[in-house]
């Protein structure tokens, strides 16, 4: 099948802007300025049944029809900071197909009425900004972006923002602190962007990939789209595949995907052919899935995997094999998100502190039975507690592996 | 000199990307200029960015200490920052870590003796799949280099020894 999202891969050089137009570039965003009501645009949107692909997987254009429409301006932020470990889909996207991302902003930016966006990249994503600033420039040029867009009243202006490393910046609040020029500390919530954002401003947050969908989905139609995937997860995603497999890489595929064929089909199998011992899908934030032929044969999609106690999220498939011990992987993570955390709330600051200093022993071969008992308690204590998803993310795996892997940490204290 | 005076062109550009009522949101933009020439944001630079956003220096050294790709000290010329998180580390990015360190003769974290590189163990670049990788930061920016081996990275030192340019 073509590429939807990854088109560089058929049309090498779409990120010339002769050859996007040739292959429709710019049309989607032109019909939607020239023939369509803002309303409208966010209803094929809404009816496509796309998802976010930033993690949480919420409705798209339910999401814009949440814009407080008694407060204006309005505002359009690109989330780029990608920062997941594990996720490197939105990077490829920006790099090789950069026009279809903008356009996507575009449209986002005329359905929910803003006149001025932001794309919010990772500070070490440096180069890659600047070469979005490129694309920019040429987009103003060629009149489709600047003032009174073909022929219409409709005027848009797409920006660039480094971050400067903080993982923290990925949330969507704590981005929208950092473009305001402060800490990346995420806010309390309600309310949330769509009604308090950039400035106080209605904002739309989305991620690089979800936008990506948005200029095909106007040219194609929401059932073209939903013919794609799962009734669940419409249309495709692009699973980032990384670990112990012979070819690590971005996939795109549609949802329902098994991970066996991810892994075995396009990832070419594991490393020297060991088995697959265990299976993080949505990054360092995950749920260890324990796998076994059922979870193998278990399609990639928001619903299907969470049968199996885990979350799809960004879809960023690590895959571990049975060389791999879970108390050295969980010095990874929790080293991570103890550096992570952005240090507002007590329970993430101070657990993630405690669960470094007890994994630390653990693996280091100076814990006991009690240690990893107590772990799995600070990490318990951190859930429900926090005012962001990332005390929540950084239990995760320490919960899942202390519950399905049992023998791995007996074996780390007792050796 | 001031960046006012060195980087007039820039500071306009950037001031013009944020709504004049809030213009806090540039500072990060000018902290990246501020420490473009040393690798890192000395007191006149702060002051002055302070003063140009209408903020206080404590605000703009916050910011310095919150983001790690700030710096408030100097280090060597360019820093090789290194990924070690879990993904890149199932592929061997940790011993690609302690062999290129145990090359240049220093420990993770330290500068060579000459002060040319500083070597930093670093999380997630999203590059998970071109393991090992790490990331130069320096005065011609931030670029990526993937795939790699010792010997490459040796020799990217020794070339940028010679030239005091870093090879891409
Ligand atoms: C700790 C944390 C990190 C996050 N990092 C990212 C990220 O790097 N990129 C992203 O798009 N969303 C990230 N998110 C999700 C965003 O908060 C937000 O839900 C998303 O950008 C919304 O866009 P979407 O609806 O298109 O997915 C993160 C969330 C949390 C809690
Ligand atoms: S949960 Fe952690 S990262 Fe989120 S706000 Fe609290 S301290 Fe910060
Ligand atoms: S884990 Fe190293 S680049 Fe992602």
Redesign the interface.
Known sequence: MAHILLRHRDIPDISNLEVYKKNGGFEAFKKAVTKMDPGDVTQVVKDSGLRGRGGAGFPTGMKWLFMDRDNWPHYVVANADESEPGTFKDREIMENNPFQFLEGVAIASYAVGAHAAYIYLRGEFWPVAAWLDEKIAEMEKAGYLGEKLFGTNYSLRIYTHLGAGAYICGEETALLESLEGKRGQPRLRPPFPPAYGLYGKPTVVNNVETLTNVPLIIANGADWYKSMGTADSAGVKIFSLSGRVKKPGNYELPFGTTFRQLIYEYGGGIIDDRPVKAIMAAGASSSIIKVDDQALDTPMDYASVRTLGADLGSASVIVIDDTVSMDWLLNKTIHFFKHESCGKCTPCREGNYWMLHLIERIHGGTGSAEDVELLKSVAKQIQGKCLCALGEFSTMAVVSAIERFPEDFKKAVHS | MSLAEKYPEEIKRILA?Y?PE?K??????L??LAQREKGYVDNHAMNEIAEM?EITPTEVA??IG?????HGEPAGKLRIQVCV???C???GADKFLADLCANLGIEPGGTTADGLVTVEPV???????KAPVF?TQGPD????HENMTVEKTMQLVEALRESGKEVK
Do not use: E
């Not at chain 2, 919150?66 to 700030?70: E, I, K, N, P, V």
């Open positions: 990307k709504p809030h806090r949101s540039a500072l990060m933009p902290l990246y956003l916050a910011m919150f983001y790690t790709l700030y998180d879990l993904p580390a199932l592929r999380m997630c670049l999203a590059a998970c799949d990331q920016g931030i670029a990526y």
